[in-house]
Every structure is written in structure tokens, then in C-alpha cells.
């Protein structure tokens, strides 16, 4: 997935009105210059590591979410469903993009080792 603006949002995750604690992992690099970075859920911010330096080398971030309760889809909220939120802070963000790869989001506290989903297959 390449960002190409300093705002980056994946919306309907499928949390179907159901939070709880999540797991998100990724790597992720800049393209040409290093740049703060912010990923949020749901507009929840991470329980530690969730703004960081993307540098323009692949780096492995894994990222805790606990008690995730808005933005998911319940009964007050059918717009978003679930989003993950990735915010280029570094300069240029609309030039310098952010790159990500392998990215999983998964309900607990324990990221899975990354595989490519049978119906992807």
C-alpha cells in the first residue's frame, strides 16, 4: 500500500459494532526521507509506539490497541465500521510517501505470524 497524502484512512474493518483489544502489524518505510508517523484505530491511539519515525529502510511495527469502543460499527455508528489511521507527519508528505506491507489487524493482544489468507490465495 503506498500513501500518497499526509491523511490515510482504511475504513470497514468489520468490527460489526465489536471492540475490544487489537493487534496491528505492518512494516512500513518513507520513500525518501524520514518522517514522523502516527497510526491510530478507530481513533484510538496505541497502548505504547504508535508514533514513530518511518525511515526509508522496511522496518517491523507491531502495535496494541486496548478497549477499542468507538468508530466499530454499533448501533450509534454505521459510517465507519473500523478504520485504521496512518498520518505522515515528516516534510512533503504529499512526495516523501509512506509504504506498508503485510499488514494484519487482529482482534487480541498477540500478532500472528503473517500469512496470505486462503481466500486470497
Known sequence: METRAQNNRIYNLGFDGEGGDFVVSFEIKAK????????????KGAVSGGTFTATTT?????????????????VNDTTYNGFLYILNNGSNPTTNYLYIRN??????????QFGVCMEDA
Open 58 to 74: 522496511w522496518t517491523k511495527k507491531v502495535l496494541k490497541y486496548s478497549n477499542v469502543t468507538t468508530y466499530i460499527g454499533g
Open 103 to 112: 499488514l494484519q489487524i487482529e482482534r487480541g493482544t498477540t500478532p500472528s
Open 32 to 43: 525518501s526521507a524520514d518522517a514522523a508517523t502516527t497510526v491510530t484505530l478507530s481513533s
